[in-house]
């Protein structure tokens, strides 16, 4: 399956799937920012 990593700071903020990754409040707070929709 698909990974992807998003970082923050250098530091890795989530790992997962997109699913995974739509779905993390942290990933939509510092990566694709509040207004996001699919």
Known sequence: TDRA???RE???LAAG???E???NPLV???Y???GFQR
């Open 21 to 23: 990754l739509y779905d």
């Open 5 to 7: 990593y998003i970082m």
């Open 17 to 19: 799937s997109a699913e």
């Open 32 to 34: 694709l920012g509040t």
């Open 10 to 12: 250098g530091q890795i």
């Open 28 to 30: 939509r707070k510092y």
